[in-house]
């Protein structure tokens, strides 16, 4: 019953920005930690940026310094802002809570050219 969609990928440039959403349905995300993930061809998926209820954020080496994690709990959606994004980071995005998980959305694609 619970579902989470993910918008806002796209093709960028190497070094350019994106801003991807996910928003939940079925349940507040004010009372859940909230992640975001990756998977690009071929490889396993990982979490790349979390946040907690209380707003303590915390993120994978890989994206430290340029991805953003941050929530709007009145409009029930968790964002992930993305600066000098680089080739390595093409890979389909997913959003889902780590502590109370749920089935996986369709995920967005981001594509970055070099």
């Known amino acids: 019953q619970v579902q989470l969609v993910e918008s806002g990928g796209g093709l960028v440039q190497a070094g350019g920005s994106l801003r991807l959403s996910c928003t939940a349905s079925g349940r507040p995300i004010s009372i859940n930690h909230m992640a975001w993930y990756r998977q690009a061809p071929g490889k396993q998926r990982e979490l790349v940026a979390q946040i907690s209820i209380g707003g303590s954020t915390s993120y994978a080496d890989a994206v430290k310094g340029r991805f953003t994690i941050s929530r709007d709990n009145a409009k029930n959606t968790v964002y992930l802002q993305m600066n000098n994004l680089k080739p390595e980071d093409t890979a389909v995005y997913y959003c889902?809570?780590?502590?109370?998980?749920?089935?996986w959305g369709q995920g967005t694609q981001v594509t970055v050219s070099s």
């Open positions: 889902n809570s780590p502590l109370d998980f749920t089935s």
